[in-house]
T-cell receptor, first 113, second 115 residues
Framework: SQQGEEDPQALSIQEGENATMNCSYKTSINNLQWYRQNSGRGLVHLILIRSNEREKHSGRLRVTLDTSKKSSSLLITASRAADTASYFCATDAIGSGYSTLTFGKGTMLLVSP | DAGVIQSPRHEVTEMGQEVTLRCKPISGHNSLFWYRQTMMRGLELLIYFNNNVPIDDSGMPEDRFSAKMPNASFSTLKIQPSEPRDSAVYFC?????????????FGSGTRLTVV
């Protein structure tokens, strides 16, 4: 089963607007990561936020994490057509032994010129 | 570094044939993951290796699927015999460690079509 669930499933905006995507998850985590996938390509790591962090920035990206609500959001400011892609959250769940990332089903973002 | 390299990029095969997908992880990464992506099920972890040793293959759909990592720079995922429901994009990813404290680097994937 999916640990993270992104919302909305699809988002369509105009260039210059901000895009906000949300992720909810079920179990306690060590960290949460966001990835981007362009059509026909592999996933690319964007940003990682640890469980003891509440907000993190990277360029035009802003990620928040609320562990009490088990949710995260990814904000892309001043979007560009090149931001068109699917965005996935991935969680590193707390557990013993080896752990792996569990991915949500993604939000498909379309930025129109 | 050229990143994670997967081959072939596309594979079309007939039902019942053997399919072998290949992956070269990033040098120095000691964890390797095979994922399958479909519209219906999203990204599913099939198997992962740490220091060339398979750690968890519980995501492998059935005995038709097998994976090997004979050395630190090469892994294969084999499907024998292939079936139409195996059609998907298969990704290989590598990381410095198994745990998610580092991000994963993904290859470009192999799009498999079984007819």
């Amino acid at each position: 089963s999916q640990q993270g669930e992104e919302d909305p499933q699809a988002l369509s905006i105009q260039e210059g607007e901000n895009a906000t995507m949300n992720c909810s998850y079920k179990t306690s985590i060590n960290n949460l990561q966001w990835y981007r996938q362009n059509s026909g390509r592999g996933l690319v790591h964007l940003i990682l936020i640890r469980s003891n962090e509440r907000e993190k920035h990277s360029g035009r990206l802003r990620v928040t994490l609320d562990t009490s609500k088990k949710s995260s959001s990814l904000l892309i400011t001043a979007s560009r057509a090149a931001d068109t892609a699917s965005y996935f959250c991935a969680t590193d769940a707390i557990g013993s032994g080896y752990s792996t990332l569990t991915f949500g089903k993604g939000t498909m973002l379309l930025v129109s010129p | 570094d050229a990143g994670v390299i997967q081959s072939p990029r596309h594979e079309v095969t007939e039902m019942g044939q053997e399919v072998t997908l290949r992956c070269k992880p990033i040098s120095g990464h000691n964890s390797l993951f095979w994922y399958r992506q479909t519209m219906m099920r999203g990204l599913e972890l099939l198997i992962y290796f740490n220091n060339n040793v398979p750690i968890d293959d519980s995501g492998m759909p059935e005995d038709r699927f097998s994976a090997k990592m004979p050395n630190a720079s090469f892994s294969t995922l084999k499907i024998q015999p292939s079936e139409p429901r195996d059609s998907a994009v298969y990704f290989c990813a590598s990381s410095l460690r198994t745990g998610g404290s580092n991000g994963y680097t993904f290859g470009s994937g192999t799009r498999l079509t079984v007819v």
